[in-house]
């Protein structure tokens, strides 16, 4: 595989540059237009103007949830017993326990709706300070309910934990396991994180977290809980400017990729093709991929989540197509790896590829497709299915970059020259683009 040295994919970004904060009024974000080689500028409340009528407009719409929770070690003043809380008279080292992505159960809304505990993959700040036993947090909900979260840290692997959660008015202590009492809760973990939990802004941004970003870090069509990190294309539109595309005969669709933190993570190695992607679990309805099938003269994916999902429906497709096929159960081990678009030529068209996809799910009775994407995008790749993308100003070195650079050729040197020198605003809370492929 031919070697993609990163440091050609490095552009000097000031700090200044970066964007702290969003604007009062998303929509009014200054827009990039780039076609055939050509750059301009906009605002992005006219971004319609540049989709053709009869464009397929796919967004993500997953939720950021609050996944860093803050816990206390702490000196207890009495034992734990099924009938005592815990009595805690000093508060110990600072312990942050970001939840990335659920374990047991590993169905994203199944783990976050459970109500008798549940355990995540974790990273865990001052992971030393925790060498036994559970940490417990209180938890004060809108119901002004109160109870106890408690987090018990399991396997290593690499720099992540499998952490178990459980809640409870009440536990006890059984082999230094938080032991829930269930005495009729019906709390979730969704409520418990809603309540207790910090949303995780991008550490770039080198702040805390403020009130503000639990509304601005969301997507105005944001629904299905699940990313540690917001799709940020996403966070131009508003729901006039939805509508506005709608009225010019613009069409608009949903899939969801629940976002993980390997997205702010920069490539380190000197050859991007030795950085390691991290899997994402992504779920596309049936009706979704049938108005793709019925709409592929122009698709336009908005955000870098909304074209790893759909080029990935491809190789999915493809591995349907030729009999390459996961159990009749749903499986969730139907997926793409992160080199498998380069290991092999593919011949079978889009349409093809994507009818796979709709007869499969007909064949298990199915009306959601979940699987799992590793797919690593960068200069070389064929794109089969988006035609325009809707993104921001992505980190120098990084798999975004190399996304966009495959979709644009060497022509992201241009549009990232033009941004640097019109005073746009850079990463997460910057301006927009809306980029054309060459056909």
């Avoid at 508060?91 to 995540?120: K, M, N």
């Avoid at 720099?159 to 269930?182: E, G, K, L």
């Avoid at 799709?231 to 508003?238: E, I, K, R, S």
């Avoid at 009775?365 to 799992?372: I, M, P, R």
């Amino acid at each position: 595989m031919e070697e993609i040295l990163i440091e050609e994919y490095n552009y000097p970004l000031p700090d200044e540059r970066i964007a702290k904060y969003p604007l009062a009024e998303r929509d009014q974000s200054k827009l990039l237009v780039y076609r055939d080689g050509q750059v301009s500028e906009d605002c992005f409340y006219n971004v319609g103007e540049y989709l053709p009528i009869g464009s397929l407009l796919i967004y993500n719409n997953t939720r950021v949830i609050q996944a860093r929770l803050e816990f206390h070690k702490t000196t207890a003043t009495q034992p734990y017993t099924t009938s005592t809380p815990p009595l805690h008279n000093t508060l110990g080292a600072r312990i942050e326990v970001f939840c990335l992505e659920p374990l047991e159960p590993h169905d994203y809304q199944l783990s976050l709706g459970s109500t008798d505990g549940c355990t995540w993959k974790c990273m865990i700040g001052n992971a030393k300070k925790w060498k036994l036993g559970a940490l417990s947090l209180p938890v004060v909900l809108p119901s002004g309910e109160e109870v106890t979260l408690f987090a018990e840290k399991g396997e290593q692997t690499g720099n992540t934990f499998a952490v178990h959660f459980s809640w409870s008015p009440t536990a006890q202590r059984s082999n230094s396991v938080a032991v829930q009492q269930c005495n009729g809760l019906n709390i979730s973990f969704a409520e418990i994180l809603d309540a207790v939990g910090e949303l995780p802004i991008p550490p770039y941004l080198n702040r805390k977290t403020e009130e503000s970003d639990k509304t601005t870090y969301q997507t105005v069509y944001s629904r299905i809980k699940g990313s540690v990190a917001a799709p940020t294309a996403g966070l131009h539109f508003t729901d006039k400017v939805l509508n506005g595309l709608r009225a010019r005969g613009v069409q608009t669709a949903e899939v969801t990729l629940h976002v993980g933190a390997g997205t702010f993570q920069p490539v380190k190695v000197a050859d991007a093709n030795q950085h390691t992607m991290h899997t994402e679990i992504i779920a596309v309805p049936k009706a979704t991929i049938q108005t793709i099938i019925s709409n592929l003269e122009h698709i336009v994916a908005v955000g870098t989540t909304s074209m790893r999902t759909l080029e990935s429906l491809y190789f999915l497709g493809e591995k349907l197509c030729i009999g390459d096929r996961i159990p009749d159960s749903g499986d969730s081990t139907l997926s793409v790896s992160q080199f498998e678009p380069y290991e092999k030529e593919y011949t079978l068209s889009t349409r093809e590829a994507l009818q796979a996809i709709v007869d499969y799910l007909d064949s298990t009775k199915q009306d959601v497709l979940h699987a799992e994407t590793q797919i690593m995008i960068k200069p070389g790749y064929q794109f089969r299915v988006v035609d325009q993308l809707i993104t921001n100003f992505h980190q120098p070195k990084s798999t975004l970059l190399l996304l966009v650079s495959a979709f644009v050729g060497g022509d992201w040197h241009t549009i990232y020259d033009y941004a640097l020198s019109h005073d746009f605003r850079f990463l997460s809370y910057g301006d927009s683009s809306i980029l054309t492929r060459s056909k």
